[in-house]
């Protein structure tokens, strides 16, 4: 188990890891002549057992215990798909530019009702189109905030339709889906309504629906030529809902919110 990372610069030690104990001063002259450790290098004690590290081996070492608790990330901390990949709590989480979101807990009988009829009703008009439904628990990589190359943003939306086959393998969708869905739960509007619209529109996505079960109501955006959203007047239970994506698709939502 990692007990202390500490990086040296200038004969001072700084924290580097969350389970960091700052030294004293003397102890971190005394460590950067026993090794001869460079500037921004890195000093390990583990089991009492000091290592000394430079700068650039640390990213290819894994010398940090595994991540089985949710509660071991530092929520204000930045993350990439490749950290999300080594991940094993049983917690949903979502990455918005690296940024850590928890997913709401199981959702209500209302919520999965929703996204049961649309997957009906798309999967059906979609049968022999070239177009597929796919419904959540997906990774969705996203291209936007990119740090160094690697992925910072992964979601799970509740369904998204997918024209483009290459971008569907085998850890999930790579790119923008043609249209996205997301049902709203309680504490997570902000969001969706927020974060989740940037990165989309960023992304790509040519149309975003956000459904909320309690106001009946579904908001839609379609991107247009500036690669921007554009919003559609709110539809409500009464009123008849056609993609822009889907030429010829239509549901009546009120077989959609019914209850």
Not at 112 to 137: D, M, N, T, V, W
Request: with cysteine; proline share 5%.
């Amino acid at each position: 188990m990692v007990k202390i990372m500490l990086a040296i610069r200038e004969n001072q030690f700084y924290p580097f890891h969350p389970c960091s104990q700052l030294a004293s001063h003397s102890e971190a002259t005394k460590m950067s002549s026993l090794f001869n450790l460079r500037p921004l290098s890195c000093v390990v004690v583990i089991n009492g057992l000091i290592l000394g590290l430079k700068a650039n081996d640390m990213s290819s070492m894994d010398i940090s215990s595994k991540i089985t608790k949710l509660s071991q990330l530092d929520p204000n901390g930045q993350y990439t798909y490749g950290d999300y990949l080594t991940w094993q709590f049983k917690e949903r989480v979502e990455l918005i530019r690296g940024r850590l979101f928890k997913m709401s807990p199981a959702p209500s009988s209302v919520h999965q009702r929703i996204i049961s009829r649309l997957h009906i009703k798309l999967g059906i008009f979609l049968l022999g189109k070239s177009c597929e439904i796919i419904g959540a628990p997906i990774d969705v990589r996203l291209p936007v905030s990119l740090k160094k190359g690697k992925i910072t943003t992964v979601l799970q939306p509740d369904l998204c339709v997918v024209c483009n086959p290459g971008i569907i393998d085998e850890k999930g969708i790579d790119g923008a889906p043609d249209l996205v869905i997301e049902v709203l739960s309680p504490g997570n509007s902000k969001r969706e309504m927020n974060d989740k619209f940037q990165v989309y529109e960023e992304a790509g996505v040519s149309e975003y629906w956000i459904i909320d079960p309690a106001l009946q109501i579904v908001l839609i955006y379609v991107l247009n030529e500036e690669h921007r959203f554009i919003g559609l007047a709110p539809l409500v239970s009464d009123d008849i809902l056609y993609s822009k994506t889907l030429d010829g698709f239509s549901i009546n939502l009120g077989e959609v919110f019914i209850h």
